[in-house]
């Protein structure tokens, strides 16, 4: 103690201030969290519901046509253009 | 290339149509008398009910094997399909029903194997379908309207059926015109 200068005493007595009362914030948050949490869920009733996870996504599926692209003359994806049962017209692959 | 049968064997089928002469007076009255009767109005032109132009009609067949009816083949552009229309005229609804059991028993010969299921068309509709003895899909709709009775057989390659619905609105097509003819 004898090496350090007023100032230097000064800012340590400053910083230990300012940790305290850090801490005892942060014990009144707590405290207040533990007291606060059974008042909030009194007088509700305990869902025994399960909650089910969301089914996880399907794969989207893109359907060609038979040519492998989305479609020729208009027909769109999934159909082909020939001439069948009922004459020249789009058909599904 | 298609090689066509004919829809159904046409002499079991025929020898169930009988009394050809009454049945002729039942169903076309004003045509009775003399003059041979005219049964082009009740086969089905596919092309009417396909919207297309795809299929060619064979001369009709009046009277075939000497029974009262008609026999029309529309066969498609491709060659690889062919409609045959058979409509025989019976004496009564009784000869009919008994000409339907024959032709059901002559096409599942000719089918081996093949599903027969019951559809909405006519009075005891019903729907024969497989794979004939030559290889080809096979589909034949056959039903009774009155004295008449009908079979409609849709041949295409292997691997080519009618599709249900082209089956179900050329049968109810069918229908329709020998109701007409019926006048009923």
């Given amino acids: 103690m004898q090496h350090m200068s007023h100032a230097t005493i000064f800012a340590m007595g400053v910083c230990m201030k300012s940790r305290v009362r850090g801490v005892a914030a942060g014990m009144l948050l707590v405290g207040s969290a533990i007291l606060a949490a059974p008042a909030a869920h009194a007088g509700q009733v305990v869902d025994q519901q399960v909650t089910r996870a969301p089914a996880p996504p399907r794969p989207a599926v893109q359907m060609f046509d038979c040519q492998g692209s989305t479609g020729d003359r208009g027909c769109g994806a999934g159909f082909f253009w020939r001439d069948g049962w009922r004459g020249f017209g789009c058909y599904p692959c | ?184």
Avoid: C, W
């Avoid at chain 2, 009775?32 to 132009?53: E, F, H, K, Q």
């Avoid at chain 2, 001369?59 to 026999?71: L, Y």
């Avoid at chain 2, 290889?135 to 295409?156: C, H, K, W, Y």
């Fill in chain 2, 1 to 184: 290339m298609l090689t066509r049968r004919p829809a159904l064997r046409r002499s079991r089928l025929l020898v169930a149509a009988t009394a050809a002469v009454g049945a002729t007076a039942l169903a076309f009255p004003a045509l009775a008398a003399a003059a041979p009767v005219d049964y082009g109005s009740l086969p089905v032109d596919p092309n009417v009910i396909t919207d297309s132009a795809a299929y060619h009609a064979e001369p009709p067949v009046q009277d075939p094997d000497g029974k009262p009816g008609i026999e029309v083949v529309y066969t498609h552009r491709d060659g690889t399909r062919a409609i045959t229309d058979i409509v025989l005229v019976l004496p009564d609804a009784d000869a009919a029903n008994v000409a339907l059991d024959v032709s059901r028993g002559e096409v599942l010969d000719d089918i081996p194997g093949a599903s027969s299921r019951p559809i909405a068309i006519g009075r005891n509709g019903t729907l024969i379908t497989g794979r004939a003895t030559n290889g080809q899909d096979a589909s034949v709709l056959i039903f009774t309207e009155g004295p008449m009775v009908a079979a409609v057989r849709f041949n295409g390659a292997a691997g080519d059926p009618v599709p249900l619905d082209l089956v179900t609105d050329y049968g109810k097509q069918q229908d329709a015109n020998i109701l007409a003819a019926l006048g009923t």
